[in-house]
């Protein structure tokens, strides 16, 4: 007999299920990490503008950490936020970049290039941009806060326009802002990192060598790993180099290679389906054996790149990532002048070199033969893409902590959300005005 809570066929159903069903409905749902995102900067927004101003700045420096005898380990929890909680952000990024060359769009050498391209052309144009407007000034420090693009806002916003806009413009935006991503990391390895301490980069190496031993060993637990992965961050963090940058070098670590093949887990998934059910003891025995072996299987079925990035998403999504705007959108709009140089320099970068950086390089290299346009990307297609590319939220936000001083800081974040909302705004209207042109065309 069929139960109550559901088919034979399928998971037994609890009322519990109910509740949770819409939420990991939600979860699911591409554009809700953006709008999960949207309400932590406008919550950050608000009480920066609050009479709890000062208790919510004064919050962020908390200071949080080991101290026992003469060894001290503290950070502020702002320091946690944006080093140690971000470390899983770009780690999800690393395993994207790899998954996409190994098994994904980037496998073609002529597409990955179209992106490589778009993504350097998204870097560079708007850098030079922010330099000539701020050569010789204070701010001249900070180029590299609109080089990046905010990967969740911009899909969010392509969810947005639904099956208006084609899968070819999604999956090369998606990796334009992974490539992107990756470049502003380089940038703050580079650029905005402290003092080094080679001692311990060297410590650091034999960490990562460890890591890639593990991998060819056959370990298989991810908790090992984190144990692992979590000393690496701490000696990267003392060493002078920017800590995140162990989240990316981890990402790309991580095998591709699957342990169980699609053929072998058919086989294992048959032979537990046609396993007699005994009443001896030794058969209930070999059962639950053939049991645990299926369960492996099936876990392990999918390469750790993909395993990871299905554990991480929904944390990164909704966790990492409001938390990070929550700590660092809070900008005092007080005594902010919406036209200083800086904010300006800021919001052109993004607004007006993200789409001319993105659509010039993608055309050179199509020109040079060194990319091809997919199949239903059209040009203006790709323009308006660049305009939702000069979202540089997240990474924006991240880089400015580093390269400004604190009185210059609060500028250039608002420059940044300006440019955000503009983008948004404009890349939205944009596409959406394209596509009803060729639906009538």
Known sequence: ??????????????????????????????????????????????????????????FWHLSIGINVGSFEYERSLHHWVN?????????????????????????????????????FGGMLVPALIYLSLQFGEMGMHGWGTVMATDTAFVIGCLALLGQRIPKSLRVFMLSLAVVDDLGAIIVVAVGYGGELNWGFIGVALVG????????FLGIRSIT??????????????????????????????????????????????????????????????????????????????????????????????????????????????NGISFTSSLTVAVFLGFALGKPIGIFLFSWIAVQLRIAIL???LRWNMIFGGGVLA??????ALFIANLAYSPTELNAAKLGILLASIFSALVGIALLRYFTAVKSTS
């Open 1 to 58: 007999m069929q139960s109550n809570r559901g088919s034979s066929s399928q998971l037994p159903k609890e009322y519990i299920d109910w509740i949770l069903q819409p939420i990991y409905h939600f979860l699911k749902i591409e554009a809700a990490a953006g709008v999960v995102l949207l309400l932590s900067a406008l919550a950050a927004l608000a009480l920066a503008n609050s009479p709890f101003s000062e208790v919510f700045a004064s």
């Open 83 to 119: 080093d140690a909680v971000m470390t899983l952000f770009f780690f999800l990024i690393a395993l994207e970049l790899k998954r996409e060359l190994v098994l994904g769009e980037l496998r073609n050498p002529r597409l990955a290039m179209l992106s490589v391209f778009g993504a």
């Open 208 to 215: 990562f060598t460890i890591v890639k031993v593990m991998a």
């Open 224 to 333: 090992v790993f984190y144990i692992v992965g979590i000393c690496i961050w701490v000696v990267v963090d003392i060493s002078g180099i920017h800590a995140t940058v162990t989240g990316v070098i981890l990402g790309l670590l991580t095998p591709t290679k699957k342990w169980v093949s699609d053929e072998r887990l058919h086989t294992i998934m048959d032979s537990v389906v046609a396993y007699p059910s005994g009443s001896e003891r030794g058969d209930d025995i070999n059962e639950r054996q053939a049991l645990r072996t299926a369960e492996a299987a099936a876990r392990e079925a999918l390469s750790p790149v993909e395993r990871l990035e299905i554990l991480l998403h929904p944390w990164v999504g909704f966790v990492v990532m409001p938390l990070f705007a929550f700590a660092n959108a809070g900008i005092p709009l």
């Open 374 to 376: 997919p199949i239903n």
């Open 390 to 395: 000069g979202i540089g939220f997240t990474m």
